[in-house]
């Protein structure tokens, strides 16, 4: 992997799937050269979008990337983030505040809401993490 520079700018794709027994967050960091950084996450509480887009953000602050493009299929969240809904709600003003704050660290740093057709990476990785939750669930079941 090659070391970031400064004027290029990275991609950064989000995605989360939600089950039953626990939920899965995928996120693709593509460096400007296509190298990927993939991330899967298992989590056991039920997750959003807002998550994927925040655990994004902190992934390639961990890079040490300066800009960023974020990608999500979420349109009430890219909305959200551009300003272009208003957050109402006090978990995803939460969030927005979250996604913002995480985001000031970065010298250009935007969101593009995709197709999910588009984000199919991520979300292969989130639901790989929500099936390994759902297996881990299963096994715990049949111990007790």
């Given at each position: 992997?090659v070391?970031?520079?400064?004027?290029?700018?990275?991609?950064?794709?989000?995605?989360?799937?939600?089950?039953?027994?626990?939920?899965?967050?995928?996120?693709?960091?593509?460096?400007?050269?296509?190298?990927?950084?993939?991330?899967?996450?298992?989590?056991?509480?039920?997750?959003?979008?807002n998550?994927?887009?925040?655990?994004?953000?902190?992934?390639?602050?961990?890079?040490?990337?300066?800009?960023?493009?974020?990608?999500?299929?979420?349109?009430?969240?890219?909305?959200?983030?551009?300003?272009?809904y208003?957050?109402?709600?006090?978990?995803?003003?939460?969030?927005?505040?979250?996604?913002?704050?995480?985001?000031?660290?970065?010298?250009?740093?935007?969101?593009?809401?995709?197709?999910?057709?588009?984000?199919?990476?991520?979300?292969?990785?989130?639901?790989?993490?929500?099936?390994?939750?759902?297996?881990?669930?299963?096994?715990?079941?049949?111990?007790?």
């Open positions: 992997m070391q970031p520079d400064e004027e290029e700018v990275w991609r950064v794709f989000a995605d989360v799937v939600s089950r039953l027994a626990g939920c899965g967050l995928g996120v693709v960091i593509i460096s400007p050269l296509g190298e990927k950084i993939k991330l899967a996450l298992r989590i056991d509480s039920r997750v959003t979008n998550e994927a887009v925040l655990a994004g953000v902190r992934a390639a602050r961990e890079v040490g990337v300066s800009r960023i493009i974020l990608y999500s299929d979420s349109q009430l969240i890219t909305n959200h983030i551009k300003g272009v208003e957050a109402k709600d006090d978990r995803m003003l939460k969030y927005l505040h979250l996604i913002k704050a995480q985001s000031e660290v970065f010298v250009d740093c935007s969101i593009e809401q995709i197709l999910w057709e588009e984000n199919s990476e991520a979300d292969v990785l989130a639901k790989m993490a929500a099936s390994l939750s759902e297996a881990n669930s299963r096994e715990l079941l049949h111990v007790s």
